[in-house]
């Protein structure tokens, strides 16, 4: 907190002391205690993602060296190791990140085009589900509902030219790395340590 003399307000002007509330004073503490608490526990579960990384990445080059493999160099890294009595889980899910590339905004141009050659008697049910396939949430396209056009048993040029373009759009730039801990409870089931603060 600054100096209890003198405040800065959001525009960086002085604000003497005796115009500030005791209201204000109050969420000046409690936000900065609270701000230092969570950074520490920020960098607390930085260190312990860094730490179960690691320790996965050990415990995979010991497991192919255990049974005298050589590791595949595409391997992505899954793993799901428990200890002795099975009391604790740990796993690592590598996901790739699918996303589309230019080339699905051409694709959702001719489909739209293969909607229109069938206008005239257009399948109701077609044309929801190619609507529904480019409806984004929060400004991304949902991959599951794309995909779902692949199922279709469609062989009409238009629509094989679109599917073609959506497979040719897809790219997997990055992947994402999940780390999860599970302790077996009485009942025998495995239950996640949450280290999720929003779902707790």
């Keep these: 907190m600054k100096n209890q003399k003198e405040w800065k307000n959001h525009k960086g002007e002085v604000v003497p002391d005796k115009y500030v509330s005791g209201y204000d004073k109050k969420k000046e503490k409690s936000l900065a205690k609270i701000v230092k608490e969570a950074s520490a526990l920020n960098k607390r579960l930085n ?18 060296k255990a049974y005298h493999m050589e590791k595949p160099e595409d391997s992505k890294g899954n793993l799901t190791v428990y200890n002795f009595d099975k009391s604790i889980r740990f796993s690592i899910k590598v996901q790739d990140v699918i996303e589309f ?4 905004k051409m694709a959702q141009e001719k489909l739209n085009q293969f909607v229109e050659e069938k206008s005239a008697g257009a399948d109701g049910d077609l044309v929801m ?25 469609i062989t009409k040029p238009t629509w094989v030219e679109a599917i073609n373009l959506i497979k040719e759009s897809i790219t997997t730039n990055h992947t994402r790395k999940y780390a999860s801990i599970a302790v077996r409870n009485d009942a025998g089931e495995y239950k996640d340590i949450n280290l999720n603060i929003s779902s707790l």
């Design 101 to 104: 590339d230019d080339r699905i």
């Design 129 to 153: 589900l190619v609507n529904n396939a480019f409806k984004t949430t929060k400004g991304r396209l949902d991959k599951s509902r794309i995909f779902s056009l692949f199922s279709l048993n």
């Design 47 to 64: 260190e312990l993602k860094t730490l179960m990384f690691a320790e996965a990445d050990a415990l995979n080059e010991l497991m192919y």
